[in-house]
């Protein structure tokens, strides 16, 4: 690794060379107060990184370390896990007695009941020993625009999913402002195909995502339950909703469309636009589009933005709402580059990029 800079804390990325790995590595790698001090993995393991990943080469061309806490503690501050789930969970406990600070990008320590994860991930959890009920009760769940000062005093950071993100920076300003019917919430979302990560998967290869577009998991999606989870939080009773992905054919972007019915019919678009632009106007990362313009994945891609939009059917009285994020960045890496931010007293937009590059 490069020579240790003690004025910069010290980051260990772990599950390095997959898609959420990368892109943390590569917002890292500039930024003004984080340092990458350790890079571990299973499969690449004692690989070396440059030539594994030239397109993102790294200083002094570190080789790529089989996990080890000791190692990880004794280099690192705080750990970015981005690896698959039930591995995390064996991981960050070790961490945590080693007074290492975690960030999980997997669905791990999402749920505030190990008994929920259990039920969700069940194909997982049968075969991961899990006895850490009251690590996943105090986990923080890292929604940076809404769980800021959580985020900013936490040990372990459980980091959403993507579609949640895309979904919940839509409906939280909503059910907390009591503007919408908590019933019949539809949620509608396509995403691009990094989103099965890098691992080699049949229905991802070109020939079979190419030039088609299909919705899945039509029916109960592991997302569904994330989302009620935060939706449940904020309302303060059970969210049941319908939740549908649906796999476009492109490498990355989420574009997620809403539909909820209003409780007061005479709320304008103009008045919803007004409310997400008084809840949102303290976070960069967050553009609120005029009505009439709607989100589009291509202005957000390679950026840590949301793009927010609102109309409303006088017809059928129901409000829709749009986002679009890219979802390695927002989805995945800038948002927990964002929650590494405030962890460290940063503000949380520090060393993410805004701006995109179009087309």
Request: hydrophobic residues 40%.
């Amino acid at each position: 690794m490069d020579q240790i800079n003690n004025n910069l804390t010290r980051v260990a990325v772990i599950g390095a060379s997959g898609y959420g790995g990368l892109q943390t590595i590569r917002l890292l790698k500039d930024h003004p107060f984080f340092q990458i001090s350790y890079l571990a993995g299973k499969k690449t393991s004692n690989k070396k990184w440059n030539q594994l990943c030239p397109f993102l080469p790294l200083k002094d061309d570190p080789t790529i370390q089989p996990i080890n806490i000791e190692q990880i503690a004794s280099s690192s501050d705080i750990a970015i896990l981005s690896l698959p789930n039930g591995l995390s969970a064996e991981l960050t406990p070790k961490l945590l007695d080693s007074n290492i600070k975690v960030i999980d990008l997997s669905a791990d320590f999402r749920y505030r009941s190990l008994s929920k994860w259990k039920e969700i991930y069940s194909m997982v959890s049968s075969k991961t020993e899990r006895k850490d009920k009251e690590l996943c009760a105090r986990a923080i769940y890292g929604l940076p625009e809404w769980n800021g000062s959580n985020i900013s005093k936490a040990n372990l950071v459980a980091s959403p999913g993507c579609f949640p993100t895309a979904s919940l920076l839509l409906l939280i300003p909503f059910l907390k402002q009591g503007l919408i019917e908590k019933d019949g919430i539809i949620i509608d979302a396509k995403s691009g195909t990094s989103g099965g990560g890098r691992e080699a998967k049949e229905h991802l290869l070109l020939s079979e995502a190419s030039e088609t577009f299909s919705p899945y998991a039509v029916i109960g999606h592991r997302h569904t339950s994330e989302i009620e989870q935060e939706l449940s939080l904020v309302s303060g009773t059970d969210i049941n909703l319908q939740f549908t992905p649906h796999l476009l054919p492109m490498v990355r972007g989420i574009l997620c469309t809403v539909y909820a019915r209003l409780r007061d019919p005479c709320l304008t678009a103009e008045d919803c636009k007004i409310v997400l632009e008084a809840l949102y106007r303290k976070h960069n990362n967050i553009e609120i589009l005029p009505v009439g313009t709607y989100p589009n994945t291509k202005w957000v891609r390679y950026t840590n933005k949301a793009q927010l939009s609102v109309q409303v059917d006088k017809r059928t009285g129901r409000v829709v709402l749009m986002s679009s994020i890219d979802n390695l960045l927002k989805g995945q890496a800038g948002q927990a580059i964002q929650s590494l931010n405030l962890m460290y007293g940063l503000d949380a937009d520090m060393g993410l990029p805004i701006n995109n590059f179009y087309p």
